[in-house]
């Protein structure tokens, strides 16, 4: 972990994470954004989450946190993720670009299923389900097509015309083709993401609000705070996996008739007592 003076804060941009979160935690932004970018009108943002933490059910299923969770008035919901990768991707790491495209169309999967049963919390009907996307905002071009957006819906192999009706959208921006877009306002943003040019209102609202975010020093403590955060849990949730993993090993041990005491011995858990009848 690096110590707090020897961060370089001024090298950070709107497209790191932590600034993105801090800058867009605000309605009126956030409403012009996901206008742009879904096309929709917008009448009211119910609530607006930066870094809103969910999991699955299961204990040992992996917890993660969306990056600005937004609800909207008629229940849809939108999370925006920043994805950078390289140096500079993040204050104490980098991230591998080919690992990242790999991963990227799987976690969006994940996050799809997390926001389902979010909603699902209030009624367990499912048809208490609404509208919900999952927008990347990326620095690199996800899919390799030279495409401004990548915009993904179920649709029927026999049938292109034909939606499969989950009312799951998935969105990818990718920034190095901002030239590639006829919309004026989006070409605007992908360029700012990309080489900070702010060329329009809006972007040079985001601007001005990145270099007072960047100079703010609570804002650089909470980072500090979040980022030790993210290593304990990290590190507890590794910890986890490890004693998950070896309980199902000892649990197929003993189908397979071996003993407490070896199966004890060679899994360094505690010996099962057996219970009496």
């Not at 969910?54 to 600005?68: A, E, G, N, Q, Y």
């Not at 499912?126 to 509208?131: A, G, I, S």
């Not at 006829?182 to 329009?200: H, M, S, T, W």
Request: hydrophobic share 35%; proline share 2%.
């Amino acid at each position: 972990m690096k110590d707090f003076d020897t961060i370089d804060w001024d090298s950070l941009t709107f497209a790191n994470n932590y600034v993105f979160l801090e800058v867009m935690n605000n309605k009126k932004r956030c409403q012009y954004l996901i206008e742009k970018i879904l096309h929709i009108p917008i009448k009211k943002i119910l609530q607006i989450v930066a870094e809103r933490r969910t999991s699955s059910p299961r204990i040992s299923s992996k917890s993660i946190r969306l990056d600005v969770y937004v609800e909207i008035l008629d229940g849809t919901v939108i999370d925006l993720e920043m994805q950078v990768t390289g140096i500079g991707s993040t204050i104490y790491r980098d991230k591998d670009e080919k690992k990242v495209e790999r991963e990227l169309p799987l976690r969006t999967r994940y996050y799809q299923s997390l926001i389902s049963m979010d909603m699902l919390r209030r009624g367990l009907k499912y048809t208490r389900l609404r509208k919900s996307f999952v927008v990347f905002i990326c620095t690199f071009d996800p899919y390799g097509k030279g495409l401004p957006v990548y915009h993904f819906t179920y649709r029927s192999k026999e049938d292109n015309s034909l939606e499969m009706g989950d009312l799951t959208e998935n969105i990818f921006l990718n920034a190095r083709a901002a030239n590639n877009t006829e919309d004026k306002e989006l070409a605007a943003f992908l360029r700012y993401v990309r080489d900070g040019q702010a060329q329009n209102a809006f972007t040079q609202e985001i601007d001005a609000e990145t270099k007072r975010v960047k100079n703010d020093r609570d804002w650089r403590e909470r980072v500090v705070t979040w980022e030790m955060d993210l290593k304990i849990l990290r590190d507890d949730a590794r910890e986890a996996g490890k004693k998950e993993g070896k309980r199902e090993v000892a649990e197929a041990m003993r189908k397979k008739g071996m003993s407490e005491a070896e199966i004890a011995e060679l899994t360094g858990l505690p010996e099962k007592k057996e219970t009496l009848k």
